[in-house]
C-alpha cells in the first residue's frame, strides 16, 4: 500500500483592517457601558459648571457594588500640613480625644491645617472616645459600659490648650449615662483649669441632655464657660428615627433653657443637619422652638451618612437652599447663624464672630466699669472739698 501524501500548510496573512467584524465576537454591553452612554458629555466636563442637582446619584464599582458620588460642593481636600501634624502629636501624646476625628468631620483639614496654629480650632471630646448612646447617625463608638474616667484628663485638656495659644476653644464629650452626674462635674473641672491656665481662652461647652438633670446642666453652665451648646440635631418629628431613644426634642429645648437662665450673659447655641427627610415646615416649627427658649445661635450642615450602618441620606441640599437657611433664621431673631454644606456645630467661621461677640461685649462692660468708677470718684466727700 502507497504512503499517504505529505500534509501540505497554506498561510494566509490577513490585515486586521481588511475584514471588519470577521472572527470577532461582539462584547455585550455592560451596566457600566450603559451608565457612561446616559452619563455627562465632554462638553458637561469643559464648560465648568458643577451639578446643582441635589439627587443622589450612585454608580457601580468595579465589584458590582452600588456606591454614593458626592456631590461637587462635598468633596474637600486631604488633611495635610505641619500644623495638623503637630496638634494631631500633641493630643495624642496627652491622651486626648477630638471630634474632629472619632466623628470623621469633613473640615478637620481646615480647621487644624492653617499655617497660623492660634488660628487652628480643634474640638477637644471629654470622658474617652466610647458613648453609651447609640444615635443612628453618630459614627462614635458606644458601649453601655466605657471605660472608666482618666482623673487627669481636665489636667491635661488646660495643658495642651494653653501650649497652642488658642483665643477660643470647644469642649464635648460623648454621652455617660453610666455616671451619676453624666460626667457634669468632669466638664466643670476641666472648664475651671483651663481658665485657671489661661484665663483669656473663651470656653464652649458641648454637651449632652444629662438625662434631663438641670442641676448637671446648671453646674456646667456656671463653671465659668463662655458659651453653652446642645444640639437638638434634627426636626422634632424625626427625633425618635435619628437620635437615640434616651433623647428627645423637648426634653434638648429644657436643658437649653436651664442653661440661659443659669447664668445671665450667657451664649446658647445649637445644631440641625439637614438632608434627612425634613420638611420646611417642620424645620420652621422647630427654629421657632428654639427662639421660645431665648437661643443665640443656630448652625445648619449636611448629614453625611458616616457608614452603611447608620442612615441613608434622604437629600443632598444645595448651597442655595443653606444660604436661604441661614436668611430665614436670621428674619426669626438668631444672633448668628452658620448654614453650609460643610458646617458642623463647631465651626471655626462662627467660632470666631461669637469670639468677637464675647470680646466686645467685655470691653463694653469695662468701659462701663471704668465710667462708674469715675463717677463715683467725683462724688465723694475729697473730690466734693476740692
Same mark, same amino acid.
Given at each position: 500500500?502507497?504512503?499517504?501524501?505529505?500534509?501540505?500548510?497554506?498561510? %494566509?496573512?490577513?490585515? =486586521?483592517?481588511?475584514?471588519?467584524?470577521?472572527?470577532?465576537?461582539?462584547?455585550?454591553?455592560?451596566?457600566?457601558?450603559?451608565?457612561?452612554?446616559?452619563?455627562?458629555?465632554?462638553?458637561?466636563?469643559?464648560?465648568?459648571?458643577?451639578?446643582?442637582?441635589?439627587?443622589?446619584?450612585?454608580?457601580?464599582?468595579?465589584?458590582?457594588?452600588?456606591?454614593?458620588?458626592?456631590?461637587?460642593?462635598?468633596?474637600?481636600?486631604?488633611?495635610?500640613?505641619?500644623?495638623?501634624?503637630?496638634?494631631?502629636?500633641?493630643?495624642?501624646?496627652? !491622651?486626648? $480625644?477630638?471630634? +474632629?476625628?472619632?466623628?470623621?468631620?469633613?473640615?478637620?483639614? /481646615?480647621?487644624?491645617?492653617?499655617? &497660623? @496654629?492660634?488660628?487652628?480650632?480643634?474640638?477637644?471630646?471629654?470622658?474617652?472616645? %466610647? +458613648?453609651?448612646?447609640?444615635?443612628?447617625?453618630?459614627?462614635?463608638?458606644?458601649?453601655?459600659?466605657?471605660?472608666?474616667?482618666?482623673?487627669?484628663?481636665?489636667?491635661?485638656?488646660?495643658?495642651?490648650?494653653?501650649?497652642?495659644?488658642?483665643?477660643?476653644?470647644?469642649?464635648?464629650?460623648? &454621652?455617660?449615662?453610666?455616671?451619676?452626674?453624666?460626667?457634669?462635674? $468632669?466638664?466643670? /473641672?476641666?472648664?475651671?483649669?483651663?481658665?485657671?491656665?489661661?484665663?483669656?481662652?473663651?470656653?464652649?461647652?458641648?454637651?449632652?441632655?444629662?438625662?434631663? &438633670?438641670?442641676?448637671?446642666?446648671?453646674?456646667?453652665?456656671?463653671?465659668?464657660?463662655?458659651?453653652?451648646? $446642645?444640639?437638638?440635631?434634627?426636626?422634632?418629628?424625626?427625633?425618635?428615627?435619628?437620635?437615640?431613644?434616651? =433623647?428627645?426634642?423637648?426634653?434638648?429645648? #429644657?436643658?437649653? @433653657? @436651664?442653661?440661659?437662665?443659669?447664668?445671665?450673659?450667657?451664649?446658647?447655641?445649637?445644631?440641625?443637619?439637614?438632608?434627612?427627610?425634613?420638611?420646611? /415646615?417642620?424645620?420652621?416649627?422647630?427654629?421657632?422652638?428654639?427662639?421660645?427658649?431665648?437661643?443665640?445661635?443656630?448652625?445648619?450642615?449636611?448629614?453625611?451618612?458616616?457608614?452603611?450602618?447608620?442612615?441613608?441620606?434622604?437629600?443632598?441640599?444645595?448651597?442655595? #437652599?443653606?444660604? @436661604?437657611?441661614?436668611?430665614?433664621?436670621?428674619?426669626?431673631?438668631?444672633?448668628?447663624?452658620?448654614?453650609?454644606?460643610?458646617?458642623?456645630?463647631?465651626?471655626?467661621?462662627?467660632? *470666631?464672630?461669637?469670639? !468677637?461677640?464675647?470680646?466686645?461685649?467685655? =470691653?463694653?462692660?469695662?468701659?462701663?466699669?471704668?465710667?462708674?468708677?469715675?463717677?463715683?470718684?467725683?462724688?465723694?466727700? /475729697?473730690?466734693? *472739698?476740692?
Amino acid at each position: 500500500m502507497p504512503p499517504p501524501p505529505p500534509l501540505r500548510l497554506s498561510l %494566509t496573512r490577513t490585515l =486586521a483592517t481588511t475584514t471588519p467584524g470577521a472572527g470577532i465576537t461582539k462584547r455585550p454591553p455592560t451596566t457600566f457601558t450603559d451608565r457612561l452612554n446616559s452619563g455627562p458629555s465632554f462638553g458637561d466636563f469643559i464648560s465648568g459648571t458643577p451639578d446643582s442637582s441635589s439627587e443622589i446619584r450612585t454608580v457601580i464599582n468595579s465589584k458590582g457594588k452600588e456606591i454614593v458620588r458626592l456631590p461637587s460642593w462635598l468633596k474637600t481636600n486631604i488633611p495635610l500640613g505641619q500644623n495638623f501634624t503637630k496638634i494631631k502629636s500633641d493630643l495624642r501624646g496627652l !491622651n486626648l $480625644h477630638t471630634v +474632629c476625628e472619632e466623628a470623621r468631620c469633613p473640615n478637620i483639614g /481646615e480647621c487644624w491645617g492653617g499655617s &497660623d @496654629k492660634s488660628a487652628a480650632t480643634a474640638t477637644i471630646m471629654l470622658m474617652g472616645d %466610647t +458613648c453609651t448612646r447609640g444615635c443612628r447617625f453618630c459614627s462614635v463608638k458606644t458601649n453601655r459600659r466605657p471605660p472608666p474616667l482618666d482623673v487627669h484628663e481636665p489636667e491635661n485638656t488646660a495643658e495642651a490648650l494653653s501650649r497652642w495659644g488658642l483665643g477660643y476653644v470647644v469642649l464635648t464629650s460623648v &454621652d455617660r449615662d453610666d455616671l451619676a452626674d453624666g460626667g457634669s462635674g $468632669h466638664f466643670r /473641672e476641666t472648664i475651671v483649669k483651663i481658665k485657671q491656665k489661661a484665663p483669656n481662652i473663651l470656653v464652649e461647652a458641648l454637651t449632652g441632655d444629662f438625662m434631663g &438633670d438641670m442641676e448637671c446642666v446648671e453646674r456646667v453652665a456656671t463653671s465659668g464657660l463662655d458659651v453653652y451648646a $446642645h444640639n437638638v440635631e434634627t426636626v422634632e418629628e424625626l427625633t425618635p428615627f435619628v437620635r437615640d431613644r434616651r =433623647a428627645t426634642f423637648r426634653q434638648s429645648l #429644657a436643658v437649653l @433653657k @436651664k442653661a440661659k437662665e443659669s447664668k445671665e450673659g450667657l451664649i446658647t447655641k445649637t445644631s440641625i443637619m439637614l438632608g434627612l427627610g425634613e420638611t420646611e /415646615e417642620q424645620l420652621v416649627d422647630a427654629l421657632k422652638e428654639l427662639r421660645k427658649v431665648d437661643v443665640d445661635v443656630v448652625t445648619f450642615g449636611q448629614y453625611m451618612r458616616p457608614t452603611k450602618r447608620h442612615m441613608k441620606v434622604v437629600e443632598y441640599i444645595t448651597p442655595e #437652599a443653606f444660604e @436661604k437657611w441661614r436668611v430665614k433664621a436670621l428674619e426669626m431673631g438668631f444672633m448668628y447663624v452658620a448654614s453650609g454644606p460643610l458646617v458642623r456645630s463647631s465651626y471655626k467661621a462662627g467660632e *470666631a464672630f461669637i469670639e !468677637n461677640v464675647l470680646k466686645k461685649r467685655a =470691653a463694653a462692660a469695662n468701659t462701663a466699669a471704668i465710667a462708674e468708677a469715675v463717677e463715683v470718684g467725683l462724688d465723694s466727700p /475729697e473730690k466734693r *472739698a476740692e
